[in-house]
């Protein structure tokens, strides 16, 4: 994993290496950055990708593996999740015959080429919390 | 529909409740941020998705409805058309197989979770015109 | 190509005339804009995608041609190949059908309507090297 700031701080990319676990780089660099609220977007390859879909009757992800696959996008934002900064990160990526397929960004997922960009919101993070009729924990919509 | 703004009042974080409808939301949510031109991204999921090809033969769109999805992606931006702000948001969304399908986001997306991300672009916004050869009213290329 | 800049020169949005090639119109207007190190999003149509899937074993790239379709999403940045300003852009697009098709956005895409917005990092730009095990210029990890 490497970053590479602006100058004002506020911003960066990151790349990283081929093998990195996706969510841990990035875990890693939104540390390093000292990122609690912010957004986030990738593009790049992946050598292996999980994607979930939240099923709402079960309450639970129900995963699919890919073998290597192009990030045709990535987007995510990083709040605040039991006192510490949370990634969430949802996926489209595509293999050799260009069909895609998505969702939440789950364990699993293994760098081929990553290069992301995270820029924080500059304000308070917003707070994963538990919200009635919600097996999730998200960001209060009222 | 909560708004998290940065400090400097040029970015925000949005997020709708359930069922909230997700145009209505977000028109919302740029009104309140005081919004004429900006950028927009979207993860989170649907209780419905309405998408649309626009069929440049019939100058009409062609629509596709889905029942419960990721979004795996929404990218947007506010611009003004007939002298107001408007929305135009393109969606990725994807279901239990993690089949990828996407679109214009039409009327009729209800928010199971949605999480935005609104920035200012900080400058005159681009206006909305008939042009030449085209059937939407799109910003001047030239 | 138009662009519609920020005041501040650190962001803009682009728009494309239908006809366009979407590759040459976004290096003139990262030219104009003087980006070395930006972030990109596009949404829209184009008359024509062609889209790639980078084969790690052949080391090139297998290629889908669609018709027109819309933009569901276009990621990319600008960074540094080659001493120049490179744009490196994914693209998810899909049909009358909706079903969603992606990968590396390659020459030959032609506009519809593009939708832009280009971002500066606002820092020293990343420089695409060769790294040791990848055959594609890449952003250093470490």
């Known amino acids: 994993?490497?970053?590479?700031?602006?100058?004002?701080?506020?911003?960066?990319?990151?790349?990283?290496?081929?093998?990195?676990?996706?969510?841990?780089?990035l875990n890693e660099a939104v540390e390093k950055l000292g990122i609690e609220a912010g957004t986030l977007q990738i593009i790049g390859g992946l050598e292996e990708a999980v994607v979930g879909y939240f099923d709402p009757e079960s309450a639970e992800y129900v995963t699919t593996r890919t073998g290597h696959v192009e990030i045709c996008a990535g987007l995510g934002n990083v709040s605040l999740k039991d006192g510490k900064p949370f990634i969430h990160l949802h996926l489209t990526v595509s293999g050799?015959?260009?069909a895609a397929v998505g969702g939440h960004a789950m364990d699993g997922c293994r760098a081929y080429v990553v290069e992301a960009y995270l820029r924080k919101l500059g304000g308070p993070a917003p707070v994963r919390q538990e919200v009635e009729g919600m097996s999730l924990k998200v960001w209060p919509g009222s």
């Open 1 to 25: 994993m490497k970053t590479y700031p602006s100058d004002d701080g506020n911003a960066a990319f990151v790349s990283l290496e081929r093998g990195e676990d996706l969510l841990e780089g």
């Open 96 to 98: 050799k015959e260009a």
